[in-house]
């Protein structure tokens, strides 16, 4: 099954940076979702954007899609140490979805006080 | 509240003694599914039920089986755990499968 890919794997930044997580996919899709794992805790969702949909904001969040490339980013800026969390993108199956979400394996986002 | 309990949090059991995790949601959902989550594969999808007495396996089914009785509960067992099944599990309900998804709390299982 497709797979979305995060990068980087790991990132340490300070409070009050911004930080930028990226995320790769294989094959076409009809929505990107990108989640927040705070340690061993249940994933929460932040934010949907469509394939035909560039550009979405959500308070701190902005997040990008290009179709063309295959590729969305995650922006949160003006960082704070709550935001310490793993962050997760999720594609859906290209033909309606019945499968489900498919997961990368996230990037770990460390904000240093 | 709409939430997505799982029950127990923690379990720490032997191998081959048969053990259940229940799942259960109050958003009147269609789809469920469960997930294990391993240090460096990510989230994988074990099982996912469309809908009442509808399942499907995902991207690593073996050794777990669900049931999928009503709309709310969809409990996933473990017939006869091995150690290679410790792990954390999700269950997670959506509207429909590509959805914005809803997880649970999290079940950390330890199989000795």
């Known amino acids: 099954s497709q797979q979305g890919e995060e990068d980087p794997q790991a990132l340490s930044i300070q409070e009050g940076e911004n930080a930028t997580m990226n995320c790769s996919y294989k094959?076409?899709?009809?929505?990107l979702q990108w989640y927040r794992q705070n340690s061993g805790r249940g994933l929460v969702h932040l934010i949907l954007?469509?394939?035909?949909?560039r550009e979405k904001h959500s308070g701190r969040l902005r997040v990008t899609l290009d179709t063309s490339k295959k590729s969305s980013s995650l922006l949160i800026t003006a960082s704070r140490a709550a935001d310490t969390a793993s962050y997760f993108c999720?594609?859906?199956?290209?033909?309606?979805?019945?499968?489900?979400?498919?997961f990368g394996k996230g990037t770990h986002l460390i904000i240093q006080p | 509240e709409a939430q997505v309990t799982q029950n127990p949090r923690y379990l720490i059991t032997v191998t081959g003694k048969k053990l259940t995790v229940t799942c259960s949601q109050n958003?009147?959902?269609?789809?469920m599914s469960w997930y294990r989550q391993d240090p460096g594969l990510g989230l994988r999808q074990i099982y996912y039920?469309?809908?009442?007495?509808?399942?499907d396996k995902g991207d690593v089914p073996e050794g777990y089986k669900v049931s999928r009785k009503e709309k709310r509960n969809f409990p996933l067992i473990l017939e006869s755990p091995s150690p290679n099944q410790t792990s954390l599990y999700f269950c997670?309900?959506?509207?429909?499968?590509?959805?914005?998804?809803?997880f649970g709390p999290g079940t950390r299982l330890t199989v000795l």
């Open positions: 039920s469309m809908n009442v007495e509808v399942t």
């Open positions: 954007i469509r394939s035909n949909e």
């Open positions: 997670a309900s959506s509207l429909f499968g590509a959805d914005t998804q809803y």
């Open positions: 958003m009147n959902h269609e789809y």
């Open positions: 999720a594609t859906d199956a290209p033909g309606g979805g019945a499968d489900g979400l498919t």
């Open positions: 094959t076409s899709i009809n929505n």
